[in-house]
């Protein structure tokens, strides 16, 4: 007797949650962020009608931006304060080959490995799709990878699934010219990162480290303020340390928490998926800390951006908003990324980088005794 009248409610309660969640609606609230608070609006003109949001990001990807994105509010909370992701789990370098796979992820489980060769993702060949293909690849359905392993093709599917991705991928001592040199590599800016952080350099620290190498290579950004953090660790100063200026000139800024750094000599390792809070860092290190970089250019993101509702459903736009600036009033890195004082090609290895930060040791330290 009570069937009929939960059947009722689940029917209402669908359509509540259409209507709700209706595309009109999310795309009207789309084109009012953009028109009140959206970095380069002036630029945009009059805005078309969009059928979908595919097609308005898509519309600002023709207008050249490159990081505005619509995502759900939980996986964007998940990975900014937790560092976790939902796809497969794995990295690969310019020629496909798989250069990491993360622990505890889809690809892990699955038996991926480094040195695994990608031929293809879901028949795709093109390494420059593989991302959106397995992005567009539904959870309940494997991302087929066909594989290339000691000379012989391997197929593997790998089910979409959560993993974490640790905001530091290495720590340790190197010797180099008689000098120990502390060494962090560091990922990412999720709220981890800066604890994580602090811990690593502490350690070694108390090991007595003569000097600093902050592998930043394909570390594509984060939290602004676990930038800033990181760099109060390792910088001093007094007044605006930098500052971001949105649509409308609204200034935010950010000053100096110490007035001594770290006070020993930093290397900072950069490449060209060094981005965002990462060129941010790169940025403020050489400015105030007379640090060394090395490497390639950097991507060269110089804006951030800011997360809005779209609808009840948990979609949320992360749209471009504010530019980050120096105190001259110079955006952290130019169009063509942060040149590197260092120049160092993609496939160099850690020990033939060190060179860069010879100069900023005691000359006496590489004087040659008969």
Same mark, same amino acid.
């Given at each position: ?176 010219? /008689? ?6 590599? !560091? %990922? &990412? ?6 604890? $994580?952080?602090?811990? +690593? =350099? ?58 001594? /750094? ?6 900072? !390792? %950069? &490449? ?6 990462? $060129?941010?860092?790169? +940025? =403020? ?86």
């Amino acid at each position: 007797m009570n069937l009929p009248i939960f059947l009722l409610l689940i029917l209402l309660q669908l359509a509540y949650s259409q209507e709700t969640c209706s595309r009109e609606e999310t795309l009207q609230r789309l084109r009012e962020y953009i028109q009140r608070y959206y970095l380069w609006k002036e630029k945009l003109g009059p805005l078309p009608t969009w059928q979908d949001e595919s097609e308005a990001i898509q519309f600002l990807r023709q207008k050249g931006d490159k990081w505005t994105t619509i995502t759900n509010i939980e996986e964007d909370r998940s990975w900014y304060s937790e560092g976790k992701l939902v796809g497969i789990g794995i990295r690969w370098d310019d020629k496909g080959q798989v250069v990491r796979v993360f622990r505890g992820s889809p690809a892990e489980k699955a038996g991926i490995r480094p040195g695994d060769i990608i031929y293809s993702i879901n028949g795709e060949r093109d390494n420059t799709k593989w991302s959106v293909v397995i992005r567009n690849t539904p959870a309940e359905k494997p991302v087929e990878l066909v594989l290339i392993r000691n000379g012989l093709f391997v197929t593997v599917d790998v089910y979409k699934g959560p993993f974490v991705v640790d905001p530091i991928e290495d720590v340790k001592v190197l010797e180099f010219m /008689g000098k120990k040199l502390g060494y962090i590599h !560091l %990922v &990412n800016f999720t709220m981890p990162a800066l604890r $994580e952080f602090s811990a +690593a =350099l502490e350690k070694l620290i108390s090991e007595g480290i003569d000097g600093l190498v902050l592998d930043l290579r394909n570390n594509s950004g984060g939290l602004i303020s676990v930038a800033k953090g990181i760099a109060d660790t390792l910088i001093g100063g007094e007044g605006v340390m930098f500052y971001l200026e949105s649509a409308g000139n609204g200034v935010v800024l950010y000053e100096f928490s110490n007035r001594k /750094g770290i006070g020993m000599p930093i290397l900072v !390792l %950069v &490449n060209r998926n060094t981005a965002s809070a990462g $060129e941010l860092l790169t +940025a =403020l290190l050489k400015r105030y800390a007379k640090a060394v970089v090395a490497g390639e250019n950097t991507f060269g993101k110089y804006v951030g951006s800011n997360v809005y509702p779209l609808n009840s459903c948990g979609k949320v736009v992360r749209l471009v908003t504010f530019v980050m600036k120096l105190p001259d009033g110079s955006p952290i890195a130019p169009d063509g990324g942060i040149r590197p004082d260092c120049p160092l090609g993609k496939d160099d290895s850690l020990s033939s980088a060190l060179k860069c930060i010879k100069p900023l040791l005691p000359k006496e330290d590489f004087a040659i005794t008969p």
